[in-house]
């Protein structure tokens, strides 16, 4: 059933061989007569069980793995209701969060981005709000007792308001995979518009489920991240600072390494392996523009 909410609010996802998720997470969104869903070339049936779960929505084959940021601007292209709600696969609307995020953007116009409360499992606060990316936070996880404007939210939940966002932009499109949430709310608050987090809508995430876990999505996840961080911080605090990120981490893996081949967890390892991995592509590639996109 159409209420004032869900007219106003089109549902955008990204998938990534995301089926095995698709079952818990979009019968939530069943209640919105538009939904566009973004799938990064998929090799599962994430676009196949996405049709059969909202057949109101419109699946975007991409033509290859455009990475989160460039394949949520294109679905975001595709919305024409005054505001934007991206989801990840992984997340599920709660009872009344819709409204919610609905009543709270017309009492907080001059807000770019709205969010709901993240929870990890029901009662239990995620990590979603915080300070900028460069400051080391402090203070265990709280659940807001009201509405509070902050600095960053995860783009794993984000309500836009596409009049305000036009102004800004949205993820620049040289993060393939995380940290482009950190960028993007950055430039909002640069450019003084407030992010709001709605403290009676929630949403339950079960992080890192978006896609089929394997060793190959560790990797990928780990290399992607390393990469991002040393974009983010090229980007907002200049190449020396990169490159002092870039030999941190690549040397710092590579002396820890030795060690974790001799442990069993294979996780740990993984990571290292990404971490140096992605150090030695920013390193040889410093001297571009961007030089961070990762192959895919």
């Keep these: 059933m159409t209420s004032r909410a869900t007219a106003d609010i089109t549902p ?41 779960l909202l057949p109101q929505a419109r699946v975007i084959r991409a033509d290859g793995n455009l990475g989160f940021g460039r394949a949520n601007n294109l679905g975001i292209a595709q919305v024409r209701t005054p505001y934007a709600l991206l989801i990840n696969p992984d997340a599920q609307l709660q009872d009344g969060a819709i409204e919610a995020l609905h009543a709270a953007a017309r009492r907080y116009p001059e807000a770019a981005i709205l969010a709901p409360v993240l929870y990890d499992e029901p009662g239990v606060v995620g990590d979603f709000f915080r300070g900028p990316f460069h400051v080391r936070q402090h203070g265990p996880r709280v659940t807001p007792e ?13 309500l836009l308001n596409l009049d305000a966002m036009r102004g800004i932009g949205f993820f ?3 993060f393939f995979l995380y940290f482009e949430d950190d960028d993007l709310c950055m430039r909002v608050r640069r450019a003084g518009r407030p992010i709001m987090v709605v403290h009676d809508a929630a949403m339950l995430h079960r992080t890192r489920q978006s896609s089929t876990p394997s060793a190959r999505t560790t990797l990928r996840r780990v290399y992607c991240m390393t990469l991002s961080k040393f974009y983010i911080t090229r980007k907002y605090f200049g190449t ?39 150090a030695l592509g920013a390193w040889r590639h410093l001297s571009r523009a961007h030089c961070f996109e990762p192959a895919d």
Excluded at 24 to 38: G, K, N, Q, Y
Excluded at 146 to 158: I, K, R
């Design 12 to 52: 955008v996802l990204v998938t990534y061989n995301s089926a095995g998720i698709l079952g818990w997470s979009l019968p939530s969104l069943s209640r919105f007569d538009d939904v566009v869903i973004v799938d990064n070339q998929s090799h599962d049936t994430t676009a196949d069980v996405a049709r059969s």
């Design 146 to 158: 009201g509405d509070l404007c902050t600095e960053f939210v995860t783009g794993a939940a984000m």
């Design 172 to 174: 620049d499109p040289w």
């Design 240 to 278: 020396a600072a990169c490159i002092g990120l870039v030999l941190r981490v690549g040397l710092g893996s590579l002396l820890t390494l030795p060690l974790q081949l001799l442990a069993p967890r294979k996780e740990r390892l993984l990571r290292h392996v990404a971490r140096i991995g992605a």
